[in-house]
């Protein structure tokens, strides 16, 4: 039987430093989908996505704030200096959420929705694990996730089946993010401790309950998966692509300016 | 002034659109709102889809500019603003296209105009935004303009157009206090962010001068939209409002308003100003602003991107409908 938690407090010093890695893994992933998110206000194929990734993107970053607030109260520095001030190598986001640049819909829509699978799934585990502050922040921010899962479960098979054009950029996608996604489940020295704990699930658990749900809606959107495809890891532990350099290069851009200044 | 309706254009013999102009006016008159399936001077309904259809367009362009800065805004909370202040605008755009149908207007060939550059958009938006706190003057400052515009455009006779107007401007008061909030904190903060602050504003302060349209002696699409009851205030008029409302605060800011002629008139309560380059208005609103180009380019350039896309949707449309995957988390 696992006792319950019912303060950040109840932590010992062990499962306290495993829940600091979950939570930067948990706000950094958000943080970022997030903002890429914002790339396509002002941009998207019709006005009402213009609106639709505005609105998630604006949970997706309200999501990651309170993941680092809870941070921040178990010591960690401020959301903002965390987010606008920390450096490249000590991010913990997976490769997925940072990728592709460049403007694509087809790859944004495909990386949302394997990330909103993802999240949708640690939320759950989450809610039911005995870190019971933890546990009550992700009941609750599971409620907005459902609607970011409606957004993808309709547009991936419009997209999958509309046209021979667009199930070719949809079918790319998936190659192209696939083994990025399965990066999100990269095990780290957390998982046995937040298990025995009972706070969240281990990853490979994870996994297995993700590539079961998400293989269900591409099939159904008449898209494949490949079977053999191997995880890209490497984000959790610091080690990322391009893309994140160039991101976090953006955002930091005039909080760097000058770190003490309020904008 | 009194304007009379072409009997070929309305396609009705010379008597009955004079019968029929005098009921409509009547109605205005009283307060009355025209609404879409109402006979209308068809006049009317050209001059309103062209106001509409500007004002749509720069809803639109006008997300680029702020739009650009989300990706570089300095804290979470600054972020989630600007990122829900532009949806708002992109929102606004689509009710505005919204109202522009009833008129019988098509929102693909609106937006075709709007990218082939046949169509108008509001002077300010040919500006670019270079520096982070272009976007405080302009949630400020252009914000607040619009408001001074779209009030007294939500009084107007056509009731669509009206009804959007109300839901816009409800919106844009949010705007304009994250914009004040803004910029009180970025002018109480260090030397080089109150030199950031003052850059913006003197680039920024001669299209804002302009952007409520000419002087009232050369504007010449002023008089049919106010006879008819859509616009209630002259551009003289507004502009007096906004500097009315504006130029004290900015004062009390420390900012200094680049204008060496601005000067309140005791006796009137108006403030006197140096006119504005109208030259370089009529210039700008036809595309030859500094970044004109660029802003057409860049909707064009998001339209042909998303052309795959709005092609899938209509085919999956024109299948039978597909089914909602089945959800399991
Ligand atoms: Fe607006
Ligand atoms: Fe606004």
Redesign the pocket.
């Known amino acids: 039987m696992i006792a319950t938690m019912e303060t950040l407090n109840d932590l010992d010093a062990p499962t306290k430093s495993a829940v600091i890695d979950l939570l930067y893994r948990l706000a950094d992933d958000a943080i970022i989908i997030g903002h890429r998110g914002s790339e396509w206000t002002g941009f998207a194929p019709i006005l009402e996505e213009d609106i639709a990734f505005s609105s998630m993107a604006q949970d997706d970053m309200g999501h990651a704030l309170t993941f680092y607030q809870m941070l921040h109260e178990l010591g960690e520095p401020d959301p903002d200096t965390n987010v606008f001030g920390r450096k490249l190598e000590q991010w913990k986001c997976a490769s997925l959420v940072s990728l592709c640049s460049k403007r694509d819909w087809a790859k944004s829509l495909v990386r949302k929705y394997f990330y909103d699978v993802a999240e949708s799934l640690r939320l759950e585990s989450l809610a039911q694990g005995s870190l019971v502050p933890l546990a009550q922040l992700a009941r609750k921010l599971s409620s907005e996730k459902k609607y970011h899962l409606m957004h993808g479960h309709m547009w991936m098979p419009r997209l999958g089946q509309g046209t021979d054009e667009s199930h070719q950029l949809m079918q790319d996608a998936v190659d192209t993010l696939y083994p990025h996604a399965l990066g999100m489940f990269e095990s780290t020295g957390a998982d046995d401790l937040l298990d025995q704990a009972g706070i969240f699930l281990r990853e490979d658990e994870l996994r297995k309950r993700w590539v079961a749900a998400v293989d269900k809606v591409l099939g159904e959107s008449s898209l494949k998966i490949n079977a053999k495809a191997s995880p890209v890891y490497g984000g959790r532990s610091g080690k990322h692509p391009d893309d994140l350099a160039t991101l976090l290069d953006g955002m930091q851009l005039v909080y760097k300016l000058d770190p003490s200044a309020k904008w | 002034m009194v304007i009379a309706i072409d009997p070929e254009l309305n396609q009705l013999s010379k008597e009955e659109c004079e019968r029929r102009l005098e009921t409509f006016e009547g109605r205005i008159a009283r307060g009355d709102k025209v609404e879409p399936t109402d006979w209308m001077p068809q006049e009317y309904r050209n001059q309103l889809i062209r106001l509409i259809h500007v004002h749509a367009n720069s ?1 639109i362009c ?1 997300a680029l500019p702020e739009g650009k800065w989300i990706p570089h805004a300095p804290s979470f909370k600054r972020k989630m603003a600007l990122l829900a202040k532009v949806q ?2 992109v929102g ?1 755009a689509q009710l505005l296209y919204r109202a522009a149908e009833t008129l019988g207007a098509s929102r693909e060939q609106m937006i075709e105009d709007l990218i082939s550059g046949k169509s108008k958009f509001s002077n300010v938006f040919h500006y670019p935004a270079d520096i982070w706190t272009d976007v405080a003057i302009i949630a400020w400052l252009i ?1 607040g303009a ?1 408001i001074v515009n779209q009030m007294m455009m939500s009084d107007g006779s056509y009731g669509p157009y009206s009804r959007a107007l109300k839901r ?1 401007c409800y ?2 008061a949010f ?1 304009l206090k994250h914009g004040y909030e803004m910029v009180v904190t970025i002018a109480q903060g260090t030397k080089m962010q109150r030199e950031m602050l003052q850059d913006s504003l003197d680039r920024w302060w001669p299209p804002i001068m302009m952007f409520h349209g000419p002087a009232d002696k050369v504007s010449k699409h002023t008089s049919m939209l106010v006879q008819w009851g859509v616009k209630l205030k002259t551009n003289d008029e507004q502009r007096q409002q906004f500097l009315r409302q504006f130029v004290p605060k900015m004062l009390d800011l420390g900012l200094k308003i680049p204008d060496p002629n601005l000067r309140l008139d005791k006796e009137t309560g108006d403030w006197l100003y140096t006119e504005p380059d109208w030259d370089e208005f009529k210039r700008v609103i036809n595309g030859g602003g500094p970044v004109s180009g660029d802003r057409v380019a860049t909707r064009k350039l998001a339209h042909e991107e998303g052309r795959w896309v709005r092609e899938a949707l209509s085919a999956a449309a024109a299948n039978q409908p597909i089914p909602m995957p089945t959800m399991t988390v």
């Open positions: 809803e006008g708002d605008e606004h914000d619009a816009i919106e844009e705007h």
